[in-house]
């Protein structure tokens, strides 16, 4: 990296700095998280003052520092001005953005990572109904894991390896999810074989600390996270079935992706307890 050089990134975060400055995080694409000032950018007639607010994607021109950057130019790219209007949006666009500092690394070329939140932040800025801001964070906690390569299994049996297939006809169906395993558990594997001859080797499968019990509906739901595009709930649920209605179910899986996350990550999001305050449901 030269003393002066150029980068493609977002703001992440902010804080005041001095009488008239804004010290920023910025994800770029080539070199990754940078913390860098912004000179005068808090002074009303400052040309960065725009530029260096949150979720602001600009071409920077920098000079490298001894202890931060300091940017001298930036051209604004994209903003997400919807966020900003709209509380819940807000409060998840900058849960997911908390995700993505601890996730991201610095002198490192973080082209996915930066793509992907882009991504899911016009997505996220674009939702017409509140119902599905949960869905929506869901999906793009999963894709941000499955990036640091710590995404949970779904689909099998973490245990076995053997699929897991769902029953929406037993109402107390139910599957297992741990941490420490890294996904989904069946509940109905033998655990221990009472009635195994006394001299046979025993294969009965390990126990594993179990943080979650999932329903059928919520297990398919975790299923079409890893997807592009989540699909409608009429394509992925059985016709003859009578689903309950989705959002508390999504609530619960963004809860369950969140906890999964602080255990990896041994970091606690700040911003997700705001999270909470939009749709209070106890489980």
């Given at each position: 990296?030269?003393?002066?050089y150029?980068?493609?990134?977002?703001?992440?975060?902010?804080?005041?700095?001095?009488?008239?400055?804004?010290?920023?995080?910025?994800?770029?694409?080539?070199?990754?998280?940078?913390?860098?000032?912004?000179?005068?950018?808090?002074?009303?007639?400052?040309?960065?003052?725009?530029?260096?607010?949150?979720?602001?994607?600009?071409?920077?021109?920098?000079?490298?520092?001894?202890?931060?950057?300091?940017?001298?130019?930036?051209?604004?790219?994209?903003?997400?001005?919807?966020?900003?209007?709209?509380?819940?949006?807000?409060?998840?666009?900058?849960?997911?953005?908390?995700l993505?500092?601890?996730?991201?690394?610095?002198?490192q070329?973080?082209?996915?990572?930066?793509e992907?939140?882009?991504?899911?932040?016009?997505?996220?800025?674009?939702?017409?109904?509140?119902?599905?801001?949960?869905?929506?964070?869901?999906?793009?906690?999963?894709?941000?894991?499955?990036?640091?390569?710590?995404?949970?299994?779904?689909?099998?049996?973490?245990?076995?390896?053997?699929?897991i297939?769902?029953n929406?006809i037993?109402?107390?169906?139910?599957?297992?999810?741990?941490?420490?395993?890294?996904?989904?558990?069946n509940?109905?594997?033998?655990?221990?074989n009472?009635?195994?001859?006394?001299?046979?080797p025993?294969q009965?499968?390990?126990?594993?600390?179990?943080?979650?019990?999932?329903?059928?509906?919520?297990?398919?739901?975790?299923?079409q996270?890893?997807?592009?595009?989540?699909?409608?709930?009429?394509?992925?649920?059985?016709?003859?079935?009578?689903?309950?209605?989705?959002?508390?179910?999504?609530?619960?899986?963004?809860?369950?992706?969140?906890?999964?996350?602080?255990?990896?990550?041994?970091?606690?999001?700040?911003?997700?307890?705001l999270?909470?305050?939009?749709?209070?449901?106890?489980f």
């Amino acid at each position: 990296m030269t003393k002066t050089y150029q980068a493609t990134g977002i703001i992440l975060k902010g804080m005041p700095l001095g009488e008239s400055d804004r010290l920023v995080t910025i994800l770029t694409s080539e070199y990754g998280l940078i913390r860098a000032v912004a000179p005068g950018a808090r002074k009303h007639k400052s040309r960065l003052r725009g530029r260096a607010e949150l979720f602001v994607v600009n071409q920077l021109l920098i000079v490298k520092g001894r202890s931060l950057e300091k940017i001298i130019q930036a051209e604004t790219l994209e903003s997400y001005p919807g966020l900003s209007r709209d509380l819940g949006k807000l409060t998840v666009s900058q849960y997911i953005a908390e995700l993505v500092l601890s996730l991201a690394l610095s002198e490192q070329p973080q082209i996915e990572l930066y793509e992907l939140l882009n991504e899911h932040l016009r997505r996220i800025e674009q939702l017409s109904t509140p119902q599905s801001l949960y869905a929506h964070l869901a999906q793009a906690v999963y894709h941000l894991l499955a990036i640091a390569g710590v995404a949970p299994v779904f689909h099998s049996c973490c245990l076995t390896h053997q699929p897991i297939q769902t029953n929406f006809i037993d109402a107390h169906w139910r599957v297992g999810f741990s941490f420490d395993s890294g996904g989904t558990i069946n509940l109905s594997l033998d655990r221990g074989n009472n009635n195994q001859a006394q001299n046979e080797p025993s294969q009965a499968i390990p126990l594993a600390k179990l943080n979650w019990k999932l329903t059928a509906v919520e297990l398919t739901l975790l299923q079409q996270l890893s997807k592009k595009f989540l699909p409608k709930a009429d394509e992925i649920f059985p016709r003859d079935v009578v689903i309950p209605s989705l959002d508390v179910a999504w609530i619960k899986i963004e809860r369950l992706l969140r906890e999964y996350a602080q255990y990896y990550l041994g970091y606690s999001f700040r911003s997700a307890t705001l999270v909470d305050t939009l749709a209070p449901v106890e489980f």
